[in-house]
């Protein structure tokens, strides 16, 4: 969010934004707010719902966690190690590239609400986390974690939506920010979801 925040700032010197992270479902007219970033499930169908891209999630883990576990050959290996598990999740549903679906019970060692300590849990060799390949991209490329399984990924959706109040008049300062961020998200996550 921050380069597009810095952007729109730049461009707007008359413009402010109020930044607010959560993982709840906010009522967007009752609470005030122009613009919701929802990743995941969609929000209640009184507001305006807008898919910007799909989220495809992986999983993945330390190089050191796993040579220190059971090889994973298989889905059905997972239900042996370690799960650094979000929100309220005990499980993983996953999909092959090819159609096979797949349910894996990890044992689990964390839980969190948060992606980031899930990933920094994953990095000190905890267990394996379900990821969003734009989270884990430097990641990836540098070696601090691996993808497990490739070909398989989360099989419900955690597409990336931007959501407004279903309210018919937008100010024209938040229109041009939904705009400015539709751009950026689509431009910044193109090449991780294909």
């Excluded at 305006?48 to 989220?55: A, K, L, M, Q, S």
């Excluded at 497990?148 to 024209?172: C, E, N, R």
Aim: a positive charge.
């Amino acid at each position: 969010m921050a380069p597009v925040v810095v952007q729109f700032l730049k461009k707007h010197p008359d413009a402010s934004v109020d930044l607010h992270f959560t993982d709840s479902i906010q009522n967007l007219e009752q609470d005030k707010v122009d613009i919701s970033v929802r990743v995941g499930t969609e929000p209640p169908d009184h507001h305006y719902i807008r898919r910007i891209v799909t989220n495809k999630r992986i999983l993945v883990a330390s190089q050191t966690y796993l040579a220190s576990r059971a090889p994973i050959k298989s889905v059905t290996d997972l239900d042996e190690h370690d799960g650094l598990l979000l929100g309220r999740t005990s499980i993983w549903s996953l999909i092959h590239q090819d159609g096979q679906t797949h349910v894996a019970f990890p044992k689990q060692r964390l839980r969190a609400i948060t992606g980031d300590v899930l990933l920094s849990m994953c990095k000190a060799n905890l267990g394996i986390a379900l990821k969003s390949i734009w989270d884990v991209r430097r990641d990836l490329e540098n070696g601090k974690v691996i993808q497990v399984l490739p070909g398989w990924f989360q099989a419900h959706s955690s597409d990336i939506m931007l959501v407004t109040p279903s309210k018919k008049f937008v100010s024209p300062t938040a229109f041009a920010f939904n705009h400015m961020l539709t751009d950026y998200l689509k431009s910044a996550l193109r090449h991780d979801n294909q």
